[in-house]
């Protein structure tokens, strides 16, 4: 008789252990889901554009080229303040990358381009974040229309709403499991 209280226990036991696995591989999911959505979301909010009059993101940066075709990546705000002599704005490769410090790094690539016109997209990834930029070039001007900015502050924010958002999840599931119970006993 000892036995079999034992092997149902045993059996209820095993049989609970693949649920459980199922149910926090779901909630990792749903977590890292969440994660990702929260920080598109965050970094959206965070975009600017000249339609949205936010100031341009600090890391902000135009490829400026010079007569060689070797290209130059300055803060947006460098450029604003001092006049460049001998470089152009437009890009004479579609696409071109460099290390910027030892852990920097900057890329850009021509989306659109006219005889006295280029639209650029840049991207600056840095150890702590990464910033997309869209501007519009000329030989000697530069027009930002869009920055967006993905960094390390963003990423801790979307951790705690995805594990906020999977708790609610969590006791929606079970208020829900509870009150079908209820309704099953009725």
């Known amino acids: 008789m000892n036995n079999q209280p034992h ?6 036991t095993t049989q609970k252990r693949p649920r459980q696995l199922k149910q926090r591989i779901l909630k990792l999911i749903l977590f890292c ?21 936010k100031p341009w993101h600090s890391d902000l940066t ?11 990546a300055l803060p947006y705000s460098y450029i604003q303040q001092h006049p460049l002599a001998g470089t152009s704005f ?39 974040s990464m910033t997309i930029a869209i501007y519009q ?6 027009t930002p229309i869009k920055s967006i900015s993905y960094n390390i ?17 969590q006791f929606a599931y079970r208020l829900l499991g509870r009150r079908t119970a209820k309704k099953q006993t009725r």
């Open 7 to 12: 092997s149902a226990t045993h059996s209820s």
């Open 33 to 53: 889901g969440f994660c990702i959505l929260y920080i598109f979301i965050l970094a959206t909010i965070d975009s600017r554009t000249a339609s949205n009059h």
């Open 137 to 142: 070039a000329t030989a000697h001007t530069v």
């Open 62 to 72: 135009i490829a400026a080229f010079n007569p060689d075709g070797s290209f130059l």
């Open 153 to 169: 502050e963003q990423i801790s924010m979307a951790a705690v709403m995805a594990l906020i958002s999977v708790l609610i999840l």
């Open 90 to 128: 437009l890009a004479k490769n579609t696409e071109g990358s460099k290390q910027k410090n030892d852990n920097d790094t900057f890329k850009y690539t021509i989306i659109e381009q006219s005889a006295q016109h280029q639209q650029i997209r840049t991207s600056l990834r840095t150890n702590r």
